[in-house]
């Protein structure tokens, strides 16, 4: 585990001093951290850093991860995608699921905090069951922007409930949610095992060791097999590029717990690259490994996120804090960390020509890419790493505890 000390060399004195000062006025609140999964996907792995560094800080704070069915599971997917702006078939039954597996979590979890932080739609519900007068916060890691109506009125009855919200992005501000809401961006670890300095020796054992060569060019996107991810958009992309350019493509994702859609996604992936690329050129992965990721990320002439939907797209800092541009799509959180013709490119998401127009150049063009991934790193360093998200996270709960 990490402490605030070990960043300096990173972001300098002042942030970690002001981190300091804040946490100072935290040391007496004991906080809880909610979510679905202890592994797999941003959030978690976004959790994993901040509630080491809160309690490295003196601000007590413990993580409690929702256990439910696989029909649960199947049902707050659907949920996730109908925020999103999928359709959705609300019924009874599945209300009924929904509450029953958050209250039996709850009956178990003991929650005596003085502050509660609930991640996402899963856990959403549990407040119904709460007696406890302290502030409960829900953080939305998806895009709001246009949610299913039905399922959106639905919710409202647990959003309501809460004192504040949290958001990725002002676009996701609700204007009929009357409850208080904040935008606050996600961040990188920088000391990760998936964002640590490696080695050009250990970049090249990784990749041997997964069968990934290094004889051409690799374009690569880091994503859960999801189809707001757009795996399948990836690959009509990268048939286009191959017209032009004699070069790889690395899908990697790994199947998070609390998504039993990966699987059938990863599937229909894997058999349309089967007819659309003959030669070998597309890998796919779904191995959970940070090394590898970072390997990728560092190995990559160019990383892609075609999103069509982004609650915010931390793979887009991840591989600019390796100094790789990256082109993605112009939704989400995605434009916020990837400035448009600086470090990398934005398009549409399903403009797939003017993508691989975009990949292309990167290729084409080894020292403007170069310069790209330089200025991507500073514009990460100074916008979108942990040091700031914990500064921002003890704002939110000075405000809410003082």
């Not at 058999?271 to 690329?277: E, F, Q, S, T």
């Not at 939704?331 to 916020?336: K, M, N, T």
């Amino acid at each position: 585990m990490h402490g605030m000390e070990d960043y300096r060399k990173i972001v300098g004195d002042e942030p970690i001093s002001n981190v300091y000062r804040k946490a100072r006025k935290l040391t007496k609140f004991h906080i809880l951290e909610v979510n679905s999964t202890f592994s797999g996907g941003g959030v978690a792995e976004m959790l994993s850093s901040l509630i080491g560094l809160f309690n490295d800080l003196g601000v007590d704070t413990d993580w409690a991860i929702l256990h439910g069915s696989p029909d649960f599971f199947e049902i707050t997917k659907a949920f996730h995608n109908a925020l999103q702006g999928d359709g959705i078939n609300l019924t009874d039954i599945k209300k009924e699921v929904y509450l029953q597996t958050n209250e039996e979590f709850y009956s178990y979890t003991h929650i005596r905090h003085d502050a509660v932080i609930v991640h996402d739609v899963q856990p959403l519900p549990i407040i119904k069951f709460s007696r406890k007068a302290v502030p409960w916060i829900w953080r939305c890691h998806v895009d709001l922007s246009e949610p299913n109506r039905e399922l959106w009125e639905y919710l409202k009855q647990y959003l309501l409930r809460y004192n504040q919200i949290i958001m990725s992005s002002t676009r996701y501000l609700k204007e009929d949610l009357l409850v208080d809401q904040k935008v606050v961006f996600p961040a990188i670890d920088p000391l990760t095992s998936k964002n640590m300095e490696l080695s050009d020796a250990v970049v090249e054992k990784t990749l041997n060791k997964f069968g990934i060569m290094t004889d051409k060019p690799i374009i690569t996107q880091i994503s859960r097999f999801d189809p707001w991810k757009d795996p399948e958009g990836v690959l009509k992309v990268f048939a286009k590029i191959r017209k032009h350019c004699d070069c790889r493509l690395v899908l990697c994702g790994s199947m998070a717990a609390d998504d039993p859609q990966g699987l059938d996604v990863y599937d229909r992936t894997r058999r349309m690259a089967a007819g659309l690329i003959k030669s070998g050129d597309v890998v796919l992965l779904t191995t959970e490994n940070n090394i590898l990721v970072n390997s990728l990320q560092r190995a990559s002439e160019v990383v892609l996120q075609k999103s069509i939907r982004e609650g915010f797209g931390l793979t887009v800092s991840e591989a600019l804090w390796k100094e790789t541009p990256v082109v993605a799509s112009n939704v989400g959180g995605i434009p916020l960390q990837l400035l448009d013709g600086v470090s990398g490119f934005l398009v549409d998401p399903y403009d797939l020509q003017g993508c691989a127009d975009r990949v292309m150049e990167l290729l084409h063009d080894p020292d403007l890419a170069r310069d790209m991934g330089r200025r991507g790193r500073e514009h990460v360093r100074k916008n979108f790493l942990i040091t700031r998200l914990v500064s921002d996270w003890l704002d939110v709960l000075i405000s809410a505890l003082t």
